[in-house]
């Protein structure tokens, strides 16, 4: 944990953060500044040993690129095996659309016309 303390965490992130809480908790509850810089520090720490672990396994395979079967397998190692179920139920991602040349975008023609 000293890896990371006394350093302020991206603003991303604590927005991500926030937006995970809001669900959890009752309408009319509030969370204390110093319990959000915690949990935003546990957040931070979890996503580092996951990483290092997957790492890890990148390396024993001679790997530089960490895959979702090495997160998976990592919080296996880990102890998280409860969360690996769902995520490997997960739906595959969708498709990314083909991207389109640019000789194939329809452009009006100009008119000569200037404004």
Do not use: H
């Amino acid at each position: 944990m000293d890896n990371i303390e006394g350093k302020e965490a991206p603003e991303a992130r604590k927005a991500t953060l926030a937006r995970m809480r809001q669900p959890a908790m009752p309408a009319n509850s509030k969370i204390a500044g110093d319990a959000k810089e915690a949990m935003d520090l546990c957040v931070a720490e979890f996503t580092m040993d996951l990483m290092r672990a997957a790492w890890q396994q990148c390396r024993q395979d001679q790997r530089l690129t960490i895959t979702g079967d090495d997160l998976i397998l990592a919080m296996r190692s880990l102890g998280f095996d409860n969360y690996v179920g769902p995520l490997t139920r997960a739906p595959p991602p969708l498709p990314r659309p083909a991207q389109r040349d640019a000789t194939t975008i329809n452009c009006p023609a100009s008119d000569g016309k200037s404004d």
